[in-house]
């Protein structure tokens, strides 16, 4: 079965910490993104939202479960969905990377997926990449006000 993958990047004029900061914190999720609401089910490690956080997001009647797998302060930040798109397998991990002049970053989102019905990877993929991107500009624009 064909590995679906999303690359996408955006840059940030805010510190790889701050957008991290912003990355990481679940609940701070319903303030800039679609997500209504969003809360952890289970803490990680480090404590909140490190590895083995379980992270909910709602919006609407549409809601996904996700699992922190990454925690790499201020670098790396990486989930796995455990539920709410119909795909399996499906791993993000989001690079940021301090620009040169320290002033800013640039925040690259990752992802792969394995459609689970026929014929429906293209059209995920799509939709996919425009959700991310949209959260990624999101991110990078939340950190900017904060930085």
């Known amino acids: 079965m064909k590995l679906h993958v999303i690359d996408l990047s955006v840059p940030c004029s805010a ?20 997500a209504k ?46 539920s709410g798109i ?13 620009n040169e002049a320290g002033t800013g970053c640039s925040i690259a989102w990752h992802s792969t997926f394995h459609r689970k019905q026929p014929l429906t990877g293209a059209a995920t993929r799509f939709m996919l990449h425009r959700f991310l991107l949209t959260t990624a500009r999101n991110l990078a624009k939340e950190a900017e006000a904060r930085g």
């Not at 510190?15 to 679609?34: I, M, N």
């Not at 083995?52 to 989930?79: N, Q």
């Not at 119909?86 to 301090?98: E, K, L, M, N, W």
């Open 86 to 98: 119909p795909v399996r397998d499906y791993r993000a991990d989001v690079t940021i990377t301090p």
């Open 37 to 82: 609401t969003a809360y952890l089910e289970r803490e990680g490690t480090p404590a909140p939202d490190g590895v083995g956080a379980i992270r909910r997001f709602k919006t609407g009647p549409f809601g996904s479960r996700e699992e922190v797998v990454a925690y790499e302060a201020p670098t790396h930040f990486a989930y796995i969905l455990h």
């Open 15 to 34: 510190p790889a910490e701050v957008a991290f900061d912003v990355l990481r914190d679940a609940v701070g999720w319903s303030k800039w993104t679609a």
